[in-house]
């Protein structure tokens, strides 16, 4: 995915700026970017067209498109420890990852993107950070089976994948939404209502942990 390219001071009147500003006008013009056509289908001109600044600055602060690119997972990662504090129980855990189509679009977006344009452990080095995240998930699920919430032959693997995917879905699957539930994915009010429907489904499995 990434290629190289000499890396340069800024010029004189860059030098002016307000290096974090401007570091985050980049991440911001990038994460929307990223957003709408994937690594492989972003620009970083049109990148830094949409930031106001010079392309030289992304490979200046960033080292180019790929550590760009790393800098927005790491900026979901943030994003995500702010999300999900230690002990929220698993109903409230999808209810809020449901919730980020409202709240954090891009980051969905950027999600969804990952797994189209996935072909192996290299192009995903968040993948050990991701398992490790979602293992809250399989652990209550392996909880109510041993209360006798939930049969033995339930994956819990399979089950983390579906409860992901279901938080996703008002992104990933808008067309079906309107289809199905004759409502606009990108609603608010049906946002909100989804959102509490999984988080119900959760609290229906038994997964209150």
């Not at 800024?10 to 911001?28: A, G, M, N, Y």
């Not at 977006?109 to 050990?128: F, I």
Request: with cysteine; glycine share 8%.
């Amino acid at each position: 995915m990434s290629t190289s390219k000499p890396r340069r001071s800024p010029k004189p009147q860059e030098r002016q700026r307000d290096p974090e500003r401007t570091r985050k006008l980049i991440l911001d013009a990038a994460e929307a970017e990223f957003a709408a056509h994937g690594f492989a289908g972003a620009r970083t001109s049109a990148i830094a067209a949409q930031a106001g600044v010079n392309q030289q600055l992304i490979w200046y602060y960033f080292d180019g498109k790929q550590g760009l690119y790393q800098a927005i997972a790491e900026r979901w990662r943030q994003r995500e420890s702010e999300l999900i504090e230690p002990g929220t129980p698993l109903p409230e855990q999808v209810r809020r990852y449901a919730l980020e189509a409202l709240h954090n679009p891009a980051g969905v977006r950027l999600l969804a993107w990952g797994g189209l344009e996935y072909t192996g452990p290299a192009d995903d080095p968040d993948q050990a950070a991701r398992a490790d995240r979602l293992r809250g998930f399989a652990e209550a699920v392996r909880a109510a089976q041993e209360a006798g919430r939930l049969p033995r032959e339930l994956d819990p693997g399979c089950l983390t994948v579906m409860l992901m995917a279901a938080t996703m879905a008002a992104t990933t699957l808008p067309h079906v939404i309107e289809g199905v539930c004759g409502a606009d994915a990108r609603s608010p009010e049906f946002v909100r209502h989804y959102a509490d429907q999984v988080a119900l489904v959760a609290e229906l499995l038994g997964l209150e942990q």
